[in-house]
């Protein structure tokens, strides 16, 4: 395949002039250069330094199932080191789940309609919109949620951790006694958080950590001082690490040649940068890709509209935010329902969805609804991109050069 941009292909009609040492050094030359192009930043530059004794209480609220109203979920359940923050299934599981990864599926328990996302570089400089369809968003320069005109913080991190506590199926059991809370607005959620907030201000170990970190009284602690804790845990904990590219770009590593010309295809003809750039490798905007849709669907019956379900934007309708591509080879499953479950297929049906479906297998209703986003995808950047099985493994191989550890390691809590 033949690269794309101009400084690309001006350097491939120069490679016959020079040795091979000296072909391999324009290469790395015009791929730093645009890496560099793209947003690429040195990681420290991403962060946002916390208070280590707020991370610390952070990461014990994180842990506690004391946050979800039937005291059997916690953050650390559907975000795993070993899954590379997430959950390791298609989509996750809530409350009344057990076990870790699939066990979830085995054992039973509340189905939350998406797959479980990663925490990668949430709440780094510049990394503002979260969730799938974008329900916290502050790329306006003010926060946009489901709070409305009463959001509880203007950072928009903090405000993203207020929703998972709220949400039926996620971490409030969805049953009769639970029927009061379930009308999703503003004041039943504020009841809720009060008795979340209670159980923690009561605790022997939150209740005095929490205290002393936020300095204010044990008994005057409120939510919004708990999801401080958490979201300061997330922006240390998952911040981004020095990876093997960061060494690439900025100390003249060497990587190896199919990570480099997986990395020249990802900055040239393979189009990936277009919406996967910057230091997280995403626009942080919303795309359709026509995957697979995988369970019942945000919207019920194998659908959901994605940032429609948000914004009411016809032209967004199916859209999803473009993923942030760090640890992406630890992320497994693939897309907004988990419906592809490897690296590389998922490489191959975003440029051909029809790789990843059988028709005969769809019912009518839900290849209607394939056509609809195929239809919306049909006018993006990937569509009439061909690859090689050759590039589809130079990406995949590019692609393990962003992956690094966390901070500190999550306790498995069931």
């Not at 040649?257 to 997280?280: I, N």
């Amino acid at each position: 395949m033949k690269y794309g941009t101009s400084a690309v292909m001006s350097a491939a009609m120069s490679l016959c002039c020079l040795t091979p040492a000296g072909a391999d050094g324009l290469r790395d030359t015009v791929l730093r250069d645009a890496i560099l192009a793209s947003g690429f930043l040195p990681a420290e530059e991403t962060h946002i330094e916390q208070p280590q004794d707020l991370v610390e209480v952070g990461k014990l609220l994180f842990e506690s199932r004391l946050l979800s109203f039937n005291n059997d979920t916690a953050c650390a359940s559907c975000h795993i080191d070993r899954f590379g923050s997430a959950d390791g299934i298609v989509n996750a599981i809530g409350t009344e789940g057990e076990g870790v990864g699939s066990e979830r599926v085995l054992n039973g328990g509340d189905i939350v309609p998406r797959n479980a996302l990663p925490f990668w570089g949430r709440g780094g400089i510049g990394f503002d919109t979260f969730f799938w369809d974008g329900k916290v968003d502050a790329s306006s320069g003010y926060v946009i949620s489901q709070f409305g005109d009463r959001n509880p913080s203007t950072d928009p991190l903090v405000v993203a951790v207020h929703l998972p506590p709220a949400e039926i199926g996620e971490m409030v059991i969805d049953r009769s006694e639970t029927e009061a809370m379930q009308t999703e607005d503003v004041e039943t959620a504020n009841k809720l958080y009060d008795i979340l907030t209670a159980r923690v201000r009561d605790d022997d170990v939150l209740g005095p950590n929490l205290a002393a970190a936020r300095q204010v009284e044990q008994g005057d602690i409120q939510f919004l001082d708990i999801a401080e804790a958490i979201a300061s845990f997330i922006r240390f904990n998952y911040r981004i690490g020095q990876t093997r590219l960061h060494d690439f770009v900025f100390e003249e590593a060497k990587l190896s040649d199919q990570e480099r010309d997986g990395g020249l295809l990802f900055y040239g003809s393979g189009g990936c940068v277009t919406c996967h750039r910057g230091p997280y490798f995403s626009d942080l905007d919303f795309h359709v890709v026509p995957f697979p849709q995988a369970g019942f669907g945000r919207n019920g019956f194998g659908v959901d509209y994605g940032r429609f379900n948000v914004n009411l934007l016809e032209a967004d309708r199916y859209a999803m935010r473009t993923p942030p591509l760090l640890n992406v080879a630890k992320t497994a499953p693939y897309g907004h329902s988990g419906s592809i479950p490897d690296l590389k297929d998922v490489i191959r049906a975003h440029i051909d969805p029809l790789y990843a479906i059988d028709p005969s297998k769809m019912t009518l209703n839900d290849r209607n609804e394939f056509y609809g986003r195929l239809r919306l995808w049909a006018v993006s950047p990937l569509n009439g991109v061909v690859m090689s099985e050759e590039d589809v493994r130079d990406l995949a191989a590019f692609l393990e050069t962003i992956s690094y550890d966390s901070e500190m390691s999550v306790a498995i809590v069931d």
